[in-house]
């Protein structure tokens, strides 16, 4: 199975998971063990969603939903101010708007001195995927200095579709299951809480000697070609692309894929080439592995 394959076909969810409470003090404010859970990023991440918090587009349809919470530190109680948040999802017919100069049910905010966002949009509906359907879902990447950023999904209570579905059924994802208030006058509103947590980062000049194209030694037509972008390395899909995640000693994984199923490691030549090592299990669970040497 090739890579573009697998990466399609694998939900897994990447997670940091704590129980209610603190942990220590660590000498200026108490780290705390709340949850924070990701999601995978998906194919469907555009950058650049204007700045907006009102997504609604009359005349088409979908349930009215405000999108709230507030983002917190790590302490899980000390408001961000500033945090950026980027939402998008799909229409109400379970289509992305990947390329249009609208960025429809886009947008970017940014959090007030309490931590608090909110969104209008409406709420997404499930969609295919061939031989099932996706639950519907919101997208969200939340960026704050000082944290890693954090790619998320959030689910809806009562969808029939998340059982089926690996990445929403995710213990993990428990808590991003959210449940919808119904409210006078027809519309809606969901509540979701976002605390962040630390995570260790490749340096941003280091990341500049791992991006360019990448051809596979064994299928010359199998190639990849990776970017940076906000301090982290991505890999270029349609419409934008997938990000990486750091795992120390040259090892990078796919945010939301654990790196036990999917990992790349790099080698930097004396010569000044560079080597990518891909290790995946297949849906076999067969080990495989590609070499891709950079242009």
């Not at 947590?197 to 299928?219: Q, V, Y």
């Not at 090892?251 to 560079?274: D, N, Q, R």
């Amino acid at each position: 199975m090739q890579r573009r394959d697998f990466i399609k076909n694998t939900s897994l969810s990447a997670f940091v998971l704590c129980a209610p409470g603190y942990i220590h003090f660590n000498g200026h404010h108490f780290i705390g063990d709340c949850e924070t859970t990701s999601d995978i990023l998906g194919p469907f991440y555009r950058p650049n969603s204007p700045v907006r918090t009102n997504l609604v587009i009359t005349g088409e349809k979908g349930d009215p939903i405000e999108l709230f919470g507030k983002i917190v530190h790590d302490d899980c109680v000390s408001p961000y101010k500033n945090a950026k948040i980027e939402l998008w999802h799909c229409d109400g017919s379970g289509v992305y708007d990947n390329s249009s100069e609208d960025f429809k049910y886009r947008g970017t905010t940014y959090t007030d001195e309490s931590g608090a966002y909110s969104f209008q949009t409406i709420l997404p509906v499930p969609y295919d995927v061939g031989d099932s359907y996706r639950p519907a879902h919101f997208h969200m990447m939340i960026t704050a200095a000082g944290y890693q950023p954090l790619v998320t999904q959030l689910y809806f209570q009562g969808d029939p579709w998340i059982p089926k579905d690996n990445s929403a059924s995710s213990p993990t994802a428990k808590r991003r299951i959210l449940e919808v208030q119904n409210l006078k006058g027809g519309s809606k509103s969901v509540e979701y809480n976002i605390s962040m947590a630390k995570k260790l980062a490749a340096e941003p000049a280091a990341l500049d000697r791992l991006i360019g194209n990448f051809t596979s030694e064994k299928d010359p037509k199998n190639k990849m070609e990776l970017f940076k972008k906000d301090g982290q390395l991505w890999m270029k899909g349609d419409p934008f692309g997938i990000n990486f995640e750091y795992g120390g000693n040259n090892t990078f994984h796919m945010s939301g894929i654990a790196p036990e199923k999917l990992s790349y490691v790099f080698e930097i030549l004396a010569a000044g080439g560079l080597n990518v090592t891909e290790t995946y299990i297949n849906d076999k669970g067969e080990k495989e592995i590609n070499i891709y040497k950079r242009d």
